[in-house]
């Protein structure tokens, strides 16, 4: 029999889906998501948006094989109606990012990792249902 000696880790990913109207920056997610400025959680809400916006930089999704961001990419990975929404908002001019977060990054990055979310408004869309535990 082996035993583990030492740092022992059950991470959780979540892969992410984001369609948005502007390109994607730290300032703009924090604004899309509910961050307030000079808020108790401000802290932590640029934090996630950090940890997001790292997750889009990897280039990679976890436990999917996908090398660009398309119709069937979000099929795949998404679900038909994320990918009838992306490609609708694609020919309007809209940005489509992908990447993942863990449950090892910070405190509302876990949170955001290890819950289903899914923001839809008219000028940004966030898919964050795909889980992994």
Wanted: one cysteine or more; proline letters at 2%.
């Amino acid at each position: 029999m082996l035993f583990r000696d030492g740092f022992v880790t059950n991470s959780s990913s979540t892969n992410f889906l984001i369609i948005s109207k502007k390109n994607l920056t730290p300032e703009y997610l924090f604004d899309r998501l509910g961050f307030v400025k000079d808020s108790p959680l401000e802290e932590y809400g640029r934090e996630l948006c950090r940890d997001i916006i790292d997750g889009i930089d990897r280039g990679t999704l976890r436990w999917f094989d996908i090398s660009e961001i398309n119709f069937e990419s979000v099929k795949e990975v998404f679900g038909e109606k994320s990918a009838r929404l992306y490609a609708d908002k694609i020919k309007k001019g809209f940005h489509a990012y992908m990447g993942y977060t863990s449950s090892d990054q910070g405190m509302l990055t876990v949170l955001f990792t290890t819950d289903y979310m899914e923001i839809e408004e008219e000028d940004f869309y966030l898919n964050g249902l795909n889980c992994t535990w």
